[in-house]
């Protein structure tokens, strides 16, 4: 029998491995570079930045007292932070953050219903314009349980505050109403709501050169609270209505681990109305509707 040096007996070890490694059909440095390789694609994971956001907004109220009705539509600059994370492949969890700044100012218009107003036969509908101004914020925490490969059912809790500023009130031409114009009147609601809906996903965006995700969401208010400046220490807390919003992204890798891509989301609320005595004066929280259109360009990165 022949003694084999340690030397010559590593080589021809390392030679038996490479020659496995040739069966298989997998090369040696392949198989150096497959767990990491395979990290990056597991980790669906990843931040994002919409810096370059606007939103498109349209409010209209329907108050059930008066004949009327009112439309304005308004535009602000959007900023919107989040981030996607894995619990294990099965459950994802996104955390996210939006909010308007610089709030434009447009013109609302109240019409009347019919051909009259309190007795008062009508030249034109329109009853009465003011300034307004619409703000915005919303911050959802929502979970992702994997049903197949890139589908998912989303759901959890959101935190949102709106506010409608109005000033600048003008009388119609047939003078139906009456208002001062120095009246600034500040409405403010904050939400709870719960979202139930579904998703996709087509994973990270570390090692992959496209990426895209949408979502379809049914929401519900759990806790509402509206107070008006009109009405000091008055609070409405009714939570009949409904959301629904349809959002979606695409984006291209510009950089190992980092996309820029486009984003945008469209939703309709709706709201009943609702009713509260104080004193002898019946108050009225109107039904009203919206509908916004968000927006912008995105960053997306995973380090």
């Known amino acids: 029998m022949q003694l084999l040096s340690p030397s010559r007996m590593r080589r021809q070890t390392f030679a038996a491995a490479l020659a496995v490694c040739s069966v298989a059909g997998v090369p040696a440095r392949a198989l150096a570079q497959t767990p990491s390789a395979a990290a990056e694609a597991a980790d ?3 931040s994002y930045l919409i810096g370059l956001a606007r939103m498109d907004h349209t409010y209209r109220e329907f108050p059930r007292s008066l004949p009327v009705q009112s439309k304005v539509r308004t535009s602000s600059p959007m900023l919107a932070t989040g981030a996607l994370y894995a619990v294990h492949p099965g459950l994802l969890f996104s955390l996210s ?12 218009t109240w019409t009347a219903t019919g051909a009259s107003f309190n007795g008062l036969t009508l030249t034109d509908r329109v009853l009465q314009t003011n300034q307004a101004s619409f703000s915005h914020s919303d911050t959802r ?20 505050t709106q506010s409608f500023r109005r000033h600048s009130f003008e009388v119609g031409a047939d003078n139906a109403v009456s208002l001062p114009r120095s009246t600034t009147v500040e409405e403010t609601s904050t939400e709870v709501m719960f979202s139930l809906g579904l998703g996709v996903e087509s994973g990270g965006v570390k090692g992959r050169s496209s990426h895209y995700s949408a979502r379809a969401l049914v929401s519900v208010p759990m806790i509402r609270k509206v107070e008006n400046t009109n009405h000091p220490g008055v609070t409405f807390d009714g939570t009949r209505g409904y959301d629904l919003s349809l959002e979606g992204r695409y984006s291209l890798a510009v950089h190992p681990g980092m996309h820029v891509g486009l984003w945008g989301r469209w939703s309709e609320v709706r709201r009943s109305a609702q009713s509260q005595t104080s004193g002898t004066t ?6 009203h509707e919206q509908s916004a259109l968000g927006y912008g360009i995105e960053l997306l990165w995973k380090l």
């Open 97 to 108: 953050s939006e909010v308007t700044y610089f709030p434009d100012t447009a013109r609302e």
């Open 44 to 46: 669906p994971g990843y």
């Open 282 to 287: 019946t108050l009225e929280l109107p039904r």
């Open 141 to 160: 925490l929502h979970g992702l349980y994997r049903v197949n490969d890139q589908g998912f059912v989303v759901g959890g809790p959101s935190v949102r």
